[in-house]
Each structure stands twice: as structure tokens, then as C-alpha cells.
């Protein structure tokens, strides 16, 4: 019997020859991945003009004491869904455990947490998020959209927005200003 490989708790890093320009330069968190299909949350792009703060008052939450940080843009589905990729010293309602390395949540406990001061220690929040049917991705890692890397938390909640997508390739040991769209021959 053949084993299949899924990728929860990994990094999926657009290469240069992604075909889906809405992908360009992403780096999405894999945080769900079996045999009927893939959740991840984009990590690499801030949304303009919306902050943790102007979110947490949208749902009437007093966001006063809270730090203004960026919502990033999470995917192209469901854009007005919000997400929270947090560390795991916070567990609650509907939460999704991903391979050990971080927690998802998308109800309203957890940004009421976080304004309370009693949240998570390590948190990201985004709208969207991208989504695979069942096949789906398996078929899009033998091409040249994505390169699978190491979901290293760190990296996902220390490492700056715009410098996500580079510093998890050289964290593999590639050098993305090396990289190049379309494949060669010989």
C-alpha cells in the first residue's frame, strides 16, 4: 500500500513560474491537508489600510490595548473570513492544532482574547484564506507553483511580513534572488 504524503505544519513557497499571479511571492501556511483537500493561510502580504484594531472594533471589541498591527491578506477565498495563526499556549473554541507547530481559529473567542490581554503570546490575523479541493494540491507540487519548505514557527510569527517568502527558502538552504521562472532542458 502506497503512503500518502500530506503537508500540514509545512510552508508552501510560490516559485517564480506560478502561474496564479494572486500567489506571486506567497508563502501560505499549510494548516490542513488530507485526502479531501488543503486550508492554508497566505502569510507574506499585509492588507492595505486594515489593522488588528480597526478588525477588533468592526465586532464591537475594545482593541485599545492591543498593538496596531497589519491583518494580513490570507487568500483569495472567503475574504471576509477571519483567521488567527497562533501559538499553541492558547487553546479554545473550534481551535485546529497544526502538526504540533501552531493553532488556527477563526471564532471570536480568540480576538476577544487577544484584546483582553489573555490570548495567545504569538498571533497573526488575516482575512481569506486559500483553499485546494481534493487532488488539488498534490497535483499543483509536481509542477513549478510551489516548493515545499519547513513550517518553522518562528519564522512564521518573528520574521517580518515582506521578508516571510526569502527567509523561509534560505532557511531550506536556497537562495530566492537565484531563482528563476521556467524549467530548462538539456
Given at each position: 500500500?502506497?503512503?500518502?504524503s500530506f503537508y500540514a505544519g509545512h510552508f508552501l513557497l510560490a516559485l517564480p513560474g506560478m502561474a496564479d499571479t494572486r500567489f506571486d511571492h506567497s508563502i501560505v501556511a499549510l494548516?490542513?491537508?488530507?485526502?479531501?483537500?488543503?486550508?492554508?493561510?497566505?502569510v507574506g502580504?499585509?492588507?492595505?489600510?486594515?489593522?488588528l484594531?480597526?478588525?477588533?472594533?468592526?465586532f464591537d471589541i475594545d482593541g485599545s490595548q492591543v498593538a496596531d498591527v497589519p491583518v494580513l491578506r490570507g487568500g483569495p477565498v472567503e475574504p471576509r473570513r477571519g483567521f488567527v495563526l497562533h501559538s499553541l499556549d492558547?487553546?479554545?473554541?473550534?481551535?485546529?492544532?497544526?502538526d504540533n507547530r501552531w493553532g488556527l481559529s477563526g471564532s471570536l473567542d480568540i480576538l476577544?482574547?487577544?484584546?483582553?490581554?489573555r490570548g495567545?503570546?504569538?498571533?497573526?490575523?488575516?482575512?481569506?484564506y486559500a483553499g485546494w479541493g481534493a487532488g488539488q494540491l498534490e497535483q499543483e507540487m509536481t509542477?513549478?507553483?510551489?516548493?515545499?519548505?519547513?513550517?518553522?514557527?518562528?519564522?512564521?510569527?518573528?520574521?517580518?511580513?515582506?521578508?516571510?517568502?526569502?527567509a523561509a527558502y534560505a532557511a531550506s538552504g536556497v537562495d530566492a534572488s537565484h531563482l528563476v521562472s521556467g524549467a530548462g532542458s538539456a
Open positions: 500500500m502506497i503512503q500518502k494548516c490542513v491537508h488530507d485526502e479531501n483537500g488543503a486550508l492554508g493561510i497566505a502580504e499585509e492588507m492595505e489600510g486594515v489593522t484594531r480597526e478588525l477588533l472594533e468592526s492558547w487553546g479554545g473554541q473550534d481551535m485546529v492544532q497544526v476577544r482574547a487577544i484584546a483582553e490581554g495567545p503570546s504569538r498571533y497573526l490575523v488575516a482575512l481569506g509542477g513549478e507553483s510551489w516548493f515545499l519548505a519547513d513550517g518553522d514557527p518562528d519564522l512564521l510569527f518573528d520574521v517580518p511580513t515582506r521578508r516571510k517568502w526569502a
